[in-house]
């Protein structure tokens, strides 16, 4: 077990915000596996400011930060640094997040849920309800890109209890959604929890792969 002083569960379909101060670590687990979890952070004191994508590539030069490395805002500050990932980097920082006009152009019903609704619903929890929806960290989303350049859309390859580790390096708004994408098939429906704790509450404790940690 770990001293965590907050838990989560984000429920399929839906979305969570969890404030979390500079220097607290957080891990996303993926309860029963296979389920994409579309992460924003936004900086507490302007959410106008928010971890970027596009900006953390070239701080990385990679499509996806390495164990230690650190995710970047729009303002090319640190903001996130990864601590561990059982996943091994089995995750996306490349498909925007699913909207409505993505569920109509496939063909769903009208007001499926999205991950665009469900981060403005958390944040209008914090007072934010009118944010930018940035490019989300998709934890657990499996769309590697081929030698071509094309994207291939996979069903996530995490396990459940499968987690990665982040250590916030400013005050931020944390939002999770699970995500709630249920016809192209890249998902599987299943919960998300969210742990927050002090600094090195758990690294290396309870990750489906230990190895897998900064140390």
Same mark, same amino acid.
């Given at each position: =077990?770990?001293?965590s002083?907050l838990? %989560? @569960?984000? *429920?399929?379909?839906?979305?969570?915000? %969890? *404030?979390?101060?500079?220097? #607290? #670590?957080? $891990? @996303?687990?993926?309860v029963n596996g296979?389920?994409?979890?579309?992460?924003?952070?936004?900086?507490?004191?302007d959410v106008?400011?928010? #971890?970027?994508? !596009? +900006?953390?590539r070239v701080?990385?030069?990679?499509?996806?930060?390495q164990?230690g490395? !650190?995710?970047v805002?729009? +303002?090319r500050?640190?903001?996130?640094r &990864?601590?561990?990932?059982?996943?091994?980097?089995a995750h996306?920082?490349?498909i925007?997040?699913c909207? *409505?006009t $993505?569920?109509q152009? &496939?063909?769903?019903?009208?007001? +499926? $849920?999205s991950?665009? !609704?469900?981060? $403005?619903n958390?944040?209008? %929890?914090?007072? +934010?309800p &009118? /944010?930018?929806? *940035?490019?989300?960290i998709?934890l657990? =989303?499996?769309t590697?890109?081929?030698?071509?350049?094309?994207?291939?859309?996979?069903?996530?390859?995490?396990?459940?209890?499968?987690a990665?580790?982040?250590?916030?390096l400013?005050?931020?708004?944390l /939002?999770?959604?699970?995500?709630?994408?249920?016809?192209?098939?890249i998902?599987v429906?299943?919960d @998300?929890? @969210? !742990?927050?704790g002090?600094?090195?509450s758990?690294?290396?404790i309870?990750?489906?792969?230990p190895?897998?940690?900064?140390?």
């Amino acid at each position: =077990m770990t001293d965590s002083v907050l838990e %989560v @569960i984000v *429920p399929y379909g839906e979305g969570r915000v %969890v *404030p979390v101060d500079s220097g #607290q #670590q957080v $891990r @996303i687990t993926n309860v029963n596996g296979q389920q994409i979890a579309d992460t924003w952070v936004f900086c507490r004191d302007d959410v106008g400011e928010y #971890q970027s994508a !596009e +900006h953390t590539r070239v701080h990385v030069n990679s499509l996806m930060p390495q164990l230690g490395e !650190e995710f970047v805002t729009n +303002h090319r500050r640190a903001i996130l640094r &990864l601590d561990s990932d059982s996943c091994r980097g089995a995750h996306d920082m490349l498909i925007a997040a699913c909207d *409505p006009t $993505r569920y109509q152009l &496939l063909g769903a019903a009208p007001g +499926h $849920r999205s991950c665009q !609704e469900n981060l $403005r619903n958390a944040m209008s %929890v914090v007072g +934010h309800p &009118l /944010v930018d929806v *940035p490019q989300p960290i998709n934890l657990f =989303m499996n769309t590697p890109v081929l030698p071509d350049g094309i994207v291939h859309w996979l069903k996530p390859a995490a396990q459940p209890g499968d987690a990665a580790t982040f250590t916030c390096l400013l005050d931020v708004y944390l /939002v999770v959604s699970a995500c709630p994408q249920d016809i192209v098939s890249i998902n599987v429906p299943g919960d @998300i929890r @969210i !742990e927050v704790g002090a600094s090195s509450s758990f690294t290396g404790i309870s990750d489906r792969d230990p190895d897998s940690v900064v140390t």
